[in-house]
């Protein structure tokens, strides 16, 4: 059972594929990088994966670890921190009192008009910071 099939029928089956080949569409580029016109979604994402494979450490700069202060500065920063803490609650039930530390003096009072008024002093350079919290 030999069929022929007519040369037209052919010829005509090969332009219905590739006249389906021909719809595709255009590749269109779109950047990933913010910088370059990508979503800035993307932003953080690279960052963090830069950052993750940057194994190259500055020379010059000061260690952040806490391993490089001893036993008793860390005792001493957290003792200092606790202290401040307690003064600054104490604040807010609007008590006044003082903390010195090696590297600041606290001062928090009461003024005339029954704001609280805290005072930093850095005792390094003798410059202040006030600031003053009303009641409303």
Do not use: C
């Not at 099939?5 to 595709?24: E, M, R, V």
């Not at 005339?112 to 930093?120: A, C, E, H, M, T």
């Amino acid at each position: 059972m030999n069929r022929h099939i007519p040369k037209n029928l052919g010829a005509l089956a090969g332009a219905l594929l590739l006249s389906a080949g021909a719809s595709a569409t255009e590749l269109v580029y779109t950047p990933i990088n913010p910088s370059f016109g990508g979503s800035p979604l993307n932003g953080s994402w690279l960052l963090g994966n830069a950052q993750a494979q940057n194994d190259h450490k500055d020379p010059d700069a000061p260690s952040r670890s806490a391993s490089s202060l001893s036993a008793l500065d860390r005792f001493t920063s957290q003792l200092e921190s606790r202290l401040l803490s307690d003064l600054l609650v104490n604040v807010g039930n609007g008590e006044t009192g003082s903390l010195t530390t090696d590297d600041f003096i606290v001062d928090v009072t009461e003024n005339d008009l029954g704001d609280l008024v805290i005072v930093i002093t850095d005792r390094a350079t003798g410059e202040t910071s006030e600031v003053v919290v009303g009641q409303n």
